[in-house]
C-alpha cells in the first residue's frame, strides 16, 4: 500500500519522474539523483515498507536482491563487482523511509564507510 506523502511511492505510481532501470510485479529500481558511484541505482520495493527495521516479509528482501543481481548482470558489472547497501533509521543514514537498497558500481569502491 502507498503511503501518500512517501517519495519513492510517488515515484513508482509515476507521479514524479525518474529514470527507471528495471521493474517487475514486486521491485522498482531507478537512478540515485545525487549518484555516489558511476553507476548508482535505488532498488526499491513496490509496496511500502519504511525500514528494514519494520520489515515483516522476508521475501521482499529476496525480492530486492534477485533484481540487483539481475541489473548487475545486465549492466556489465556482475564480474567486475558492485556494492549493495541498506541504510536503516536516522542514525543509519536512511534519509527517506521508504525501504531501498542501494547498488553501486562502475569503478574501484574505497573500502571506508562513512
Keep these: 500500500m502507498a503511503h501518500q506523502e512517501c ?13 527507471k ?5 514486486s521491485v522498482y529500481a531507478f537512478s540515485d539523483i545525487h ?3 558511476k553507476h548508482h541505482f535505488l532498488v526499491i520495493p513496490k509496496i511500502h515498507v519504511t525500514s528494514l527495521a519494520e520489515l515483516s516479509d522476508t ?5 530486492l536482491y534477485e533484481a540487483a ?6 549492466k556489465g558489472f556482475k564480474e567486475s563487482g ?7 533509521g536516522q ?4 534519509t527517506v523511509f521508504h525501504l531501498h537498497l542501494h547498488l553501486l ?3 574501484q569502491l574505497s573500502g571506508k564507510f562513512n
Excluded: D, W, Y
Design 69 to 74: 543481481l539481475q541489473i548487475a548482470k545486465e
Design 7 to 19: 517519495l519513492f511511492c510517488k515515484i513508482i505510481e509515476g507521479k514524479i519522474p525518474s529514470q
Design 35 to 37: 549518484p555516489q558511484a
Design 82 to 88: 558492485f556494492r549493495t547497501v541498506i541504510n536503516t
Design 91 to 94: 542514525h543509519g543514514g536512511q
Design 105 to 107: 558500481a562502475g569503478s
Design 21 to 25: 532501470i528495471f521493474e517487475n510485479e
Design 59 to 63: 521475501n521482499i528482501m529476496a525480492s
